[in-house]
């Protein structure tokens, strides 16, 4: 990955856990704040980890509660 840019890595690493689907995300937000490093994280480095975990977290956030607050089951 020698002709990538960090913010490229994020985005990669951002793309491929979104493709595994809402599952993988909730699990891979998980080992990433228990201090694990994820499979879709390992080529990012310590700073660009939390932003990748900071992003998980705000996506997921938008499937996890409806407009009425109520949890949202379709993800």
């Known amino acids: 990955m020698s002709g990538t840019t960090r913010e490229e890595r994020l985005a990669q690493a951002l793309e491929v856990a979104c493709r595994a689907g809402c599952q993988s995300v909730r699990a ?25 975990l900071d992003e998980l977290r705000s996506i997921m956030a938008v499937y996890d ?4 607050g109520e949890q949202d089951d379709t993800c």
């Open 65 to 68: 509660l409806r407009e009425d």
């Open 28 to 52: 891979e937000i998980q080992a990433l704040s228990r201090g694990e490093v994820s499979a879709s994280a390992r080529a990012l480095d310590d700073t660009l980890r939390q932003r990748f």
